[in-house]
Structures are given as structure tokens and as C-alpha cells.
């Protein structure tokens, strides 16, 4: 009889120590998911990167007279290859914008493999979202739809004469491009921006 009493005892007594367990781990995963919250989902491009011929590329620096005294912001980037033609070819600076990392790396071992790494510069970050204000001249190689949403930002922080040139998308009525060049069947528009808007 007194046997089965302790056997009682002792089985009610692991199962408080049992639950009490549980309580306290319960409580511990409410901390850590309290304490650290998912990181946000990285933000998708808005296009895919199709990267612009060489031939083009020249054409765009061509168009916009890019010197050694430029910087030249390439928003949406890809592998870079237009601010490192830029650094390259005509001595300028180089900032490029791409959301994509892997873009990013790509472009930077490019910089570095045509040494010009100390005259360009790669972010990995939303072009709608960067300060663009120092650039002296922009390419795009976008979307109709990403040209037009761009433009009021383009407006609002670039300096009056920056030149801005982009591969094969213009924008439309919007603001009427001041040259058109084809390239090789591809098209290239170029607008400066104005003093007044
Ligand atoms: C068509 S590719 C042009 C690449 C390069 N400019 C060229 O002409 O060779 C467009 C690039 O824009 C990038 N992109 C798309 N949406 C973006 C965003 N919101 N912010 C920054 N980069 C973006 C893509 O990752 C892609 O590399």
C-alpha cells in the first residue's frame, strides 16, 4: 500500500517538474521570436538585367560627352559595365545602383579586373530610393513604365544640364527626347535637365 503511495508520489511529482519544463521553454521561444523578428524580404527588381551592348555603351558616352571631370551614375547597373566604361574610356567617375547583390559582386570583380576599382563605386540598393544628386550624368537602361515613375525624382535632385541618356526606352510625351541615335537597330535618347521645371 505504501509502495503504491510512492509510486504516486513520484509520478506526480515528474509531471510538475514536467510542465514546469515546458512552461519555461514555452515562454523562452515567445523571447527569442520577440527578440528577433524576421529580417525583411528583400525587395525584387523591377526588370530583369539585360545588359547593354558595347557598341550602345559607347554611344551613350558618345551622346553625354563624358569626361574626366563626370560622375556618372548608371541606375540599375547590372555587371557595371557602363561606369566602368565611363572610368576607362573617358577618365570619369563612376557610381552604380543595382538592388541585385549578385550584380553588385559581379560588377565589383569587374571594376577590379579593368582596374578602374578606385574610380567606381557599386551600392546595392533601390534606385528609387538612393540620393542621385551628384551625378553630372545618368544612363538608363529600364522600362517605359520605370522611366516615367523615375522622372519626377530625376527632376527633383538632379542639377540643371546634367545629361541623362537611355538605352532603347524614352519617355514618352512626358518629356520629348532632345536626340534620338540608333545604334545597330537599337535606339538611345538623351534629354539635359532644364533650369527651370
Ligand atoms: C536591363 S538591366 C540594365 C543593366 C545595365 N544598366 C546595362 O545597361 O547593361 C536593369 C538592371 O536594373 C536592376 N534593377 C531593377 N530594379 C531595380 C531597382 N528598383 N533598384 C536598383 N536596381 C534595379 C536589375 O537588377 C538589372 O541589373
Not at 6 to 28: E, G, R, S
Not at 108 to 126: I, L, Q, S, Y
Request: hydrophobic share 45%.
Amino acid at each position: 500500500m505504501r509502495t503504491h503511495r510512492t509510486h504516486w508520489l513520484i509520478a506526480a511529482t515528474l509531471i510538475t517538474v514536467a510542465l514546469a519544463h515546458a512552461a519555461t521553454a514555452a515562454a523562452q521561444a515567445t523571447q527569442a521570436t520577440q527578440a528577433a523578428p524576421a529580417p525583411p524580404t528583400p525587395r525584387r527588381p523591377d526588370v530583369i538585367f539585360v545588359p547593354t551592348p558595347d557598341d550602345v555603351v559607347a554611344a551613350m558616352l558618345e551622346v553625354t560627352k563624358v569626361t574626366k571631370d563626370d560622375i556618372v551614375y548608371d541606375l540599375g547597373c547590372g555587371d557595371g559595365r557602363i561606369v566602368i566604361a565611363a572610368a576607362r574610356d573617358r577618365g570619369a567617375r563612376g557610381v552604380g545602383i543595382d538592388i541585385d547583390p549578385q550584380r553588385i559582386a559581379e560588377a565589383t570583380a569587374n571594376a577590379a579586373k579593368a582596374g578602374v576599382g578606385r574610380r567606381v563605386t557599386f551600392k546595392e540598393t533601390d534606385l528609387f530610393t538612393t540620393d542621385i544628386s551628384e551625378a553630372t550624368v545618368v544612363m538608363l537602361y529600364l522600362l517605359p513604365s520605370l522611366n516615367l515613375k523615375l522622372l519626377p525624382k530625376l527632376m527633383a535632385e538632379l542639377k540643371p544640364g546634367t545629361r541623362i541618356a537611355s538605352h532603347a526606352f524614352d519617355m514618352g510625351d512626358e518629356w520629348p527626347a532632345q536626340q534620338t541615335l540608333e545604334v545597330n537597330g537599337r535606339y538611345v535618347y538623351y534629354w539635359t535637365v532644364p533650369a527651370t521645371r
